[in-house]
């Protein structure tokens, strides 16, 4: 899947042999300086990974892969990976990663992450086009994510997307005052 968009990249899904570039955007995404509350993830965590893990990463997310995950990408002149997204599919019946029960086919938006420069320049609301149209054309009844209360910049641009609280609080690993995030939802 390739989408041109007004401005000068392309959205398209990830190629597995592109890991290399996958690893490359996921380690800038860590440094940033809101990342600690992005992602539950560290840039010290993430960089120590092997090549296999990153190759599987990608592979997961692929076009042409198993249809569990989709990574998306604007990709800019010279090449160059501007931003990115991920939907991942949790099948209704299953448990989530945080232990709820998905009681509906739904995509879970993560790894959302623009370069600076690149953002307020309409290049998140595409990536968020493409993934979206991928979880409705893929079957999916609704598109969650999870954002940190204090992540401000990136609950402006979920809700730019449609996205809008759903009321549910997920906690996260270490369980101390402000260990939660809200999730949002999009339904189809």
Known sequence: MSTSVPGDY???SIRADEWPAVK????R???DPLAHLAYLETYDDAVVRPDSYWQERAKG??????GRARQFVAEGPGGLWLGTLTVLVEEAGTTDWAGF?????????VGVFVRPEWRGSGLTKALFAA??????????ERVRLIVHPDNGRAQGAYRKAGFVP????????GGG????ELEFVLER
């Open 101 to 109: 029960p998905v009681e509906r086919s739904q995509g879970h938006v």
């Open 24 to 27: 490359e955007l996921r380690l």
């Open 10 to 12: 392309v959205i398209r």
């Open 61 to 66: 997310g692929a076009e042409g892969g198993d």
């Open 29 to 31: 995404a860590l440094r």
């Open 177 to 180: 005052p402000g260990d939660h």
């Open 131 to 140: 993934g979206l149209e991928w979880a409705w054309e893929s079957g999916l």
């Open 166 to 173: 759903s009321g549910r609080t997920v906690p996260l690993a």
